[in-house]
């Protein structure tokens, strides 16, 4: 990517993304989410193509009145990686960034045990990023 692509990218995910914490079925587990909601399909597919990375889908509608629209997504550390990338010019979700790069330290790999200070941990991040998503923040 360019530091070009890197400043649009970013100002798509403050626009319109959301970078979350997701928990799972099994206590104490989470995972990243990185996503961008659009009506303009080709702009997702610009930004994975750019990216190397995630998925384009369609939403269903939820009504006749609402415009169609298209979410690309990441997960775990290729999500990451993006975030990395793109930070320097994140404005509005630069918080949310760092809570993911603080989640990132967590991550031990597939099949290890967390202890209990990471679920504790885990569990402050995900409350915290729950709450900037709760409230906008000015620039």
Known sequence: MTEVDKAYIAGFVDGEGCIQ???KRKPGR???????????????DWIKACTGEGT???WSLQSERHRERYEWYCGGYKALCI??????????KKLQAEIAFEFEKTMVGTGNFLTESQHIQRQS?????????SHRREV
Request: charged share 30%; aromatic share 10%.
């Open 21 to 23: 914490l997701q928990k």
């Open 125 to 133: 991040l995900r409350k915290t990023m729950d709450e900037l998503h």
């Open 56 to 58: 384009v889908r369609r």
């Open 30 to 44: 989470y995972c990243l989410r990185f996503r961008i909601t659009q009506t303009d399909k080709a702009i997702l």
């Open 83 to 92: 975030l990395h990338e793109i930070y320097p010019y994140l404005k509005l």
